[in-house]
């Protein structure tokens, strides 16, 4: 059985994205998953969230490997070639990472344009294409066993984000408690709906395809949201009046459902996986070591209130993983 892609999205950026899915492949490890993270933001911050700045000056400078990023994966389809099966950087036990690359955006392009080829005659090369980055995630979870793959995707709408959306599975979305974030789920709703209508088309229309080709189910399966945290006096207030909108705002544009009457709190919301906390504090303490804030220990300088707080989020992310793998069984 293939390993499930679970995908963390949001048309809003900001909103602790690339955090959380380093924070969740490393509690999934820990609790005996083969985790594969996959970097398809063309920022590459998750990258670099795994590697040093040298490892990264080597995997960009062309030394890492032939195929060590996701874009020379797929380059040679810019060429007269085929995809490249990947090489993947283990980066603890039970986590490996398919490094993303600043230089992905240049296959956005040739992404748009097979879009519409795929509808086509004869539609071998623009289905390779399109479904590129689905054929190189499963080279790569077959390559490492995986139980599960995350993916890491920037919060644009375009091309590049419509691949990646086919390849996967399930949808988690990252909010903030802001109009920003408010705006990108009456954004993002829709684009789902659309990309996985199109891709329908596109795939049913192809009856005896040459390779396999993902499903592009994109199923939602809930929201995170991020605490209150002080930022420049903005008052408790602004949080609350933003977050009660999100209950309601995930049903109606994301699930295309009526929200349930007097429904404001999203610890009460079923489609609400966690609150996440800001951990202002020990992020930057955890990014110097490059391990999860969970993680820490006294040799790392998490000592006194910082190692309460480490142990707190160790209690957080497993909540949070055990709610995340719950509704993918369902």
């Known amino acids: ?36 993270v996959v970097d398809l933001d063309p920022q590459a911050n998750l990258t670099a969230a795994f590697l040093a700045e040298r490892e990264l000056d080597r995997l960009w400078d062309g030394n890492g490997g032939r195929a060590g990023t996701v874009y020379e994966c797929v380059r040679p389809l810019s060429e007269v070639g085929d995809l490249e099966a990947p090489e993947l950087r283990k ?28 509808l086509v005659e004869g539609p071998y090369r623009a289905f390779r294409v399109v479904s590129a980055f689905w054929q190189v995630i499963q080279l790569g979870a077959e390559k490492c066993e995986a139980d599960i793959v995350l993916v890491d995707v920037g919060p644009s709408l375009g091309a590049i984000n419509r691949s990646a959306l086919i390849a996967t599975d399930f949808v988690v979305v990252p909010l ?26 596109r795939r049913d229309g192809w009856s005896d ?15 995170l949201i991020q605490q209150h ?56 303490l955890a990014q110097s ?15 006194g209130s910082h190692a309460v707080a480490a142990n707190d989020a160790g209690r957080d992310f497993r909540d949070i993983v055990s709610a995340i793998e719950s509704r993918i069984r369902e």
């Open 1 to 36: 059985m293939r390993a499930p892609v679970l995908t963390f999205f949001n048309n809003k950026g900001g909103v602790g994205k690339t955090s959380l899915v380093f924070h969740v492949a490393w509690m999934l490890a820990h609790q005996g998953r083969r985790v594969l």
């Open 91 to 118: 980066c603890g036990i039970g986590v490996y990472l398919l490094c993303g690359d600043l230089a992905l955006s240049r296959f956005e392009d040739q992404l748009s344009t097979e879009w519409p080829n795929c």
């Open 176 to 201: 903030a408690a802001d109009i920003f974030s408010r705006q990108g789920l009456r954004n993002l709703g829709p684009t789902l709906f659309k990309w996985r209508r199109g891709w329908k088309q």
């Open 209 to 223: 395809p040459a390779f396999g080709l993902p499903d592009g189910n994109m199923q939602p399966i809930g929201y």
């Open 229 to 284: 945290g002080v930022r420049l006096n903005r008052p408790v207030k602004a949080y609350d009046e933003w977050v009660r909108q999100m209950p309601a705002e995930y049903s109606r544009h994301v699930l295309g459902q009526d929200p349930p009457p007097g429904l404001h709190d999203p610890r009460r919301d079923p489609n609400c996986i966690a609150t996440v906390k800001h951990y202002r504090s020990l992020i930057p």
């Open 289 to 303: 070591v490059r391990k999860p804030i969970f993680d820490l220990t006294a040799a790392d300088g998490a000592l």
